[in-house]
């Protein structure tokens, strides 16, 4: 699939993928304990929108693990 990281919430271990092209970035991931995922496609570039888009994934995986 691409790589293994953490979080959220910190110490979770996710598996994804993310890749991005001149002004297109998206980013994938699930956790293999639940199976919960997201994928994220957004205009931008990466490295100019990772702060944001770290705080948009955390807050979909809090209200998905509220499902």
Known sequence: ???????????????????????????????????????MLMNGDEPDQSAPLDQIRNKLVELAEKI
């Not at 979080?7 to 994804?16: K, R, S």
């Not at 293999?32 to 994928?39: A, S």
């Open 1 to 39: 699939i691409g790589y293994k990281t953490e979080g959220p919430p910190a110490g979770e271990e996710w598996w994804g993928h993310e890749g991005a092209e001149n002004g297109v970035a998206t980013r994938m991931a699930f956790r293999k304990k639940d199976g919960l995922g997201y994928v």
